[in-house]
């Protein structure tokens, strides 16, 4: 398939094989429908299952969003602090936390939650959440109220009273209670502990079906441990036949880049992407301390494309004469905090010629140097760059990287991982295929819930296993 023509087919499949719905006003986010001139069409549909349940959630959420009657009513029952007998409309309350990408992995995860346990997902937008991000759902927004009572979301943590794992470490709370609280935070950041972990047990899903509002933080992809519960099994086969696609269809459902964002995406595209023959991403995240740039990770970088044939290698003993006109043109977009790593690749197919007579472009859209989460353009170029990784024909990434995940989802990529350097070397070899374009968890509980002992979680059923670039950590495959 010729991927170089920018589609303008009017009869191009907007709504995504029919994952998004109809019924947007269509300015107020371009992306949404958008999307499908940039981005090849997937090979892998959403099973009807997903869309019938999407379908579902969406209905929900326009009878229970925010200042719904049924939205009311239930705040005012939190407010009151008793004990609630059933309601209308349950909740999961997502905290904006952590890195973009986490950020992104994690709202996908409490999303998958949500549509597994009939709640209503609502988004606290943080700093930028709503500068980012298109609503998702039509008519009601996803994002939480500003006057919503617990709005002091930092104060929550592993200690605070309200914390799940906390209370069951006092005893404060157990199954067969008969007055349980409004609201209970669940606390699934990298450092919780065996008690909170205790969410990815039935029983305890079972204690969370009486509770009208579930207030989560975390800052990790969690939907692999997801299917480890028994209860939620089946239905997750149903809705995902094929599991390596739960990211790539949630993601492509809920993410649209706000306007703003989309002119940074579809300006870069059309000037340095489009016109090339093919394109390559190159994720570049160093957890190195030390300012860069290294010799060590470019000459990973060179090893990994050179290997795998993503790239051509250039002659550096006498230029190659190749006529001019009908040269095939390949156009690599490097992304990365700091611009040395780009520098040293464009410069290696400036100086010299392609053994095969291609010619090589090398674009990197922003270098920013450090993160800077808190800040608005920075995240929206963060956005952008991630969502232009997802546009190449193929996708070279880092390790241990959530941007990359968040890169390799929407675009259906199975990346080359670039392995994680020890010792300032680079590893060899330097990459290696991934095994699906799932994201990984990466703080994984290590839990038999049934006997009540550890075990390797990446060992029970053969769609979940343990991941390339983190041993320890958990995908779908
Ligand atoms: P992770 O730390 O690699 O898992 O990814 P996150 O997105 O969660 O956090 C890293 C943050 O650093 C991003 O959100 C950006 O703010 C910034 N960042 C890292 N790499 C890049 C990059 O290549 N381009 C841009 N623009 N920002 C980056």
Not at 91 to 110: D, E, F, K, M, Q
Not at 382 to 395: G, I
């Amino acid at each position: 398939e010729d991927a170089t023509s920018k589609p303008v087919d009017e009869h191009k499949d907007k709504l995504l094989d029919g994952l998004l719905t109809t019924g947007f006003e269509e300015r107020s986010c371009l992306s949404r429908y958008q999307s499908v001139l940039y981005r090849r069409a997937s090979p892998h549909k959403p099973s009807s299952h997903l869309k019938t349940m999407l379908r579902k959630y969406e209905d929900l959420h326009r009878r229970c969003g925010p200042y719904t009657e049924s939205y009311n009513k239930t705040v005012k029952k939190l407010k009151s602090g008793h004990h609630i007998t059933s309601t209308d409309c349950n909740y999961v309350v997502w905290i904006s936390y952590s890195g973009l990408g986490n950020r992104i992995l994690t709202l996908a995860s409490a999303f998958l939650y949500a549509l597994l346990t009939d709640r209503v997902l609502l988004v606290d937008r943080g700093k930028d959440i709503d500068d980012l991000f298109c609503e998702p759902f039509p008519e009601k927004s996803w994002l939480l109220p500003l006057d919503f009572p617990l709005n002091q979301f930092n104060n929550f943590d592993q200690k605070s009273p309200q914390c799940y794992g906390n209370m069951l470490k006092k005893n404060h709370i157990n199954n067969s209670m008969d007055s349980l609280p409004p609201y209970l935070y669940l606390h699934l950041a990298h450092d919780y502990d065996d008690h909170d972990k205790l969410f990815f047990c039935d029983q305890d899903q079972s204690l969370f079906r009486k509770i009208p509002w579930l207030i989560m933080k975390t800052d990790t992809y969690f939907i692999p441990s997801l299917f480890l519960i028994s209860s939620f099994d089946q239905e997750l086969s149903k809705l995902f036949p094929s599991r390596e696609t739960v990211f790539h269809h949630l993601g492509r459902y809920l993410f649209h880049p706000s306007n703003a964002v989309w002119g940074l995406i579809t300006r870069y595209y059309e000037v340095y992407l489009a016109n090339a023959d093919a394109r390559l991403g190159i994720q570049i995240r160093v957890f190195d301390t030390r300012p860069g740039p290294f010799q060590y990770v470019f000459d990973q970088i060179v090893a990994c494309f050179l290997k795998e044939n993503l790239l051509p290698e250039v002659s550096v003993q006498e230029p190659i004469v190749t006529p001019s006109g009908n040269r095939k043109s390949k156009a690599v977009l490097m992304t990365s905090l700091s611009s040395g790593y780009f520098e040293m690749v464009r410069n290696m197919y400036w100086e010299n010629p392609t053994v095969t007579g291609e010619v090589i472009g090398v674009y990197q859209p922003s270098n920013e140097e450090y993160q800077q989460t808190e800040k608005k353009t920075h995240n929206r170029k963060a956005w952008a760059e991630m969502y232009l990784l997802s546009l190449t024909d193929s996708l070279i990434t880092s390790s241990w990287s959530t941007f990359g995940y968040v890169a390799q989802g929407l675009g259906g990529l199975k990346p080359w991982i670039l392995y994680k350097p020890e010792n300032s070397t680079a590893p060899d070899p330097p990459c290696s295929r991934a095994m699906s374009m799932e994201p990984c968890f990466h703080a994984p509980p290590f839990y038999d819930c049934k006997a009540k002992t550890g075990i390797d979680t990446g060992a029970i059923v053969p769609h979940v296993r343990h991941c390339e670039d983190m041993s320890w950590g958990l995908k779908l495959v």
